[in-house]
């Protein structure tokens, strides 16, 4: 009997949480100063970009500078911000090409919403500046470890991931109560605090508070598909299933949200 796959190969988890995080703070190699902070996203080939401004210690920095930079995905939770994964990128900092520079501008607009993004691209003093991957060290939950740059660049994020941001995001808005309600008749006891996680092809993670005794440590559970899903409306037919493994209850819900 063949049993589901419970969670994404560890590289493209970590691609996954590479195209959903921002870049944090940057460490410059063989320096006294501290961790700077940082302004940047993350290309379509997972090397983290910075917008780098004068004055800023990168600024001035010959080229393949060796740098490690933070990055971090987080997720809204009651209003907060909480960590789903930290990522250290270990690098050698090169210019953005020119001829490359819009694309990679609009790749990162969106975690770098900052007016001198596109100053860079028409000569202004700020300065895009990519990262050549030499090693990534991750820390996701319970899990930790080390890529190197061709495990990370060969692997591809989850091919699902912006449809299933959408779909956490109206599950986590609209249908927290049927979320702890189906966790608890899965775990057998009373499930408080729900919240949808993480959502893959392999399956979602549920992040709860709660427990028969009461509150305490948060929880995170784990729940594969039977098989993995192969488009995005089969991820959201997955995710029904869960919320709703009674058909009358599955149909109600469409009915509400029309």
Same mark, same amino acid.
């Given at each position: ?24 703070? +940057?460490?410059?190699? =063989? ?6 902070? #940082?302004?940047?996203?993350? *290309? %379509?080939?997972?090397? &983290? ?87 990534? +060290?991750?820390?996701? =939950? ?6 190197? #740059?061709?495990?990370?660049? *060969? %692997?591809?994020?989850? &091919? ?99």
């Amino acid at each position: 009997m063949q049993h589901p796959v419970a969670a994404p190969p560890i590289p493209e988890r970590v691609r996954t949480l590479a195209a959903m995080a921002a870049p944090t703070h +940057v460490s410059i190699a =063989g320096t006294d100063l501290p961790a700077c902070p #940082a302004r940047g996203g993350v *290309d %379509a080939q997972g090397r &983290p970009v910075l917008l780098v401004k004068p004055g800023e210690a990168l600024y001035g920095s010959a080229p393949e500078t060796v740098v490690t930079v933070d990055l971090v995905a987080v997720r809204a939770v009651d209003g907060e911000e909480k960590a789903r994964g930290l990522l250290k990128v270990r690098g050698w900092t090169q210019a953005v090409p020119e001829d490359e520079g819009r694309e990679t501008a609009i790749a990162i607009a969106e975690s770098c919403p900052d007016e001198d993004l596109f100053a860079a691209l028409e000569g202004g003093a700020p300065r895009l500046v990519r990262v050549d991957v030499a090693h990534v +060290v991750y820390l996701t =939950g319970q899990e930790s470890g080390l890529l190197d #740059a061709d495990e990370y660049l *060969d %692997a591809r994020p989850d &091919p699902f991931v912006h449809a299933a941001e959408r779909m956490i995001g109206h599950i986590n808005a609209a249908h927290r109560e049927q979320l702890s309600l189906a966790l608890g008749l899965l775990m057998g006891e009373p499930a408080t605090g729900a919240w949808l996680w993480e959502l893959d092809r392999y399956g979602a993670t549920i992040k709860s508070d709660g427990s028969a005794e009461g509150p305490g440590e948060d929880r995170f559970i784990r729940l594969p598909w039977p098989i993995p899903a192969a488009s995005p409306q089969a991820l959201e037919y997955a995710l029904r299933c869960l919320l709703f493994p009674h058909p009358h209850d599955h149909a109600r819900d469409h009915a509400n949200e029309r």
